[in-house]
C-alpha cells in the first residue's frame, strides 16, 4: 500500500499558539487531499478538501481562518491550527486520495493537545 | 437520521471466535463499501474494499454487502488477539463530486486471549 507520513506524530501546545501539521504521501503523488477530525470515541469527521494548487473546500462549521491548509506539492499538505484552543484537540488525520482517483490512504494521524 | 450507522461497541470476544461487525445506511446513493481497522492512535487502514450486494472473501475476513436492506457487516473467522481494534465503515456515493467516504462511528472489538 501507498506510505503516507504525518509530523509530528503528537504535539502539545499552549492555548493562542499555532500549529503545523505535515502530511507527506512518500511513494505517489496525490492531487487531492482529505483533512480529517476525530475526537475520542468518535468517528472520523471530515474538514476540508483540497487539490493541489488550489484553495481547500472546507466542510460546514469549520472555520477556514481556524484551520489553514496548504496543498502546495502533489507529496506535501500542511494544516495549521492557528490560535490553538483547547476544544481544538484532538487526532487530527490527513488522507490523500490515491493516483488511481479510487482509494484514500491514510497518515498515522497526529494528536493535538491544547493546554 | 444519520448516514450512517454502526454499533460501537465495545464488543469482547474469546481468540477463536467468529467476529460479526455490522453497519446500516440511509443513502441509497452508496455504491462503494469499505471496512477500515484502526488502532489506537493510528490512522485507519483498508481492509476490504467491494461494490455490489453479496460476499466477498479475503483470508479470514469476509465483506457482506445487502443494499436491498441497506446493510453490510464484516465477518472476521478464527479472531485473533491481533484483530483487536476499532473498526470502521465507510461508503462512497455516486455523484458525490470528489471521492468522499462517510464513516461509521466504528466498533472497539477486543479478542480476548
Known amino acids: 500500500g501507498a506510505v503516507v507520513s504525518q509530523h509530528p506524530s503528537r504535539v502539545i501546545c499552549k492555548s493562542g499558539t499555532s500549529v503545523k501539521i505535515e502530511c507527506r504521501s512518500l511513494d505517489f503523488q496525490a492531487t487531492t487531499m482529505f483533512w480529517y477530525r476525530q475526537f475520542p470515541k468518535q468517528s472520523l469527521m471530515l474538514m476540508a478538501t483540497?487539490?493541489?494548487?488550489?484553495?481547500?473546500?472546507?466542510e460546514q462549521g469549520v472555520e477556514k481562518d481556524k484551520f489553514l491548509i496548504n496543498h502546495a506539492s502533489l507529496t506535501l499538505s500542511t494544516l495549521t491550527v492557528t490560535s490553538a484552543h483547547p476544544e481544538d484537540s484532538s487526532f487530527y488525520i490527513c488522507s490523500p486520495l490515491g493516483p488511481d482517483g479510487n482509494e484514500q490512504f491514510f497518515g498515522p494521524g497526529t494528536r493535538l493537545t491544547v493546554l | 437520521q444519520k448516514e450512517v450507522e454502526q454499533d460501537p461497541g465495545p464488543l469482547s470476544v474469546p481468540e477463536g471466535a467468529i467476529v460479526s461487525l455490522n453497519c446500516t445506511y440511509s443513502n441509497s446513493a452508496f455504491q462503494y463499501f469499505m471496512w477500515y481497522r484502526q488502532y489506537s492512535r493510528k490512522g485507519p487502514e483498508l481492509l476490504m474494499y467491494t461494490y455490489s450486494s453479496g460476499n466477498k472473501e479475503d483470508g479470514r475476513f469476509t465483506a457482506q454487502v445487502d443494499k436491498s436492506s441497506k446493510y453490510i457487516s464484516l465477518f472476521i473467522r478464527d479472531s485473533q488477539p491481533s484483530d483487536s481494534a476499532t473498526y470502521l465503515c465507510?461508503?462512497?456515493?455516486?455523484?458525490?463530486?470528489?471521492?468522499?467516504?462517510?464513516f461509521g462511528k466504528g466498533t472497539k472489538l477486543s479478542v480476548i486471549p
Open positions: 465507510a461508503m462512497v456515493g455516486r455523484g458525490a463530486g470528489s471521492y468522499q467516504l462517510t
Open positions: 483540497s487539490n493541489e494548487g488550489s484553495k481547500a473546500t472546507y
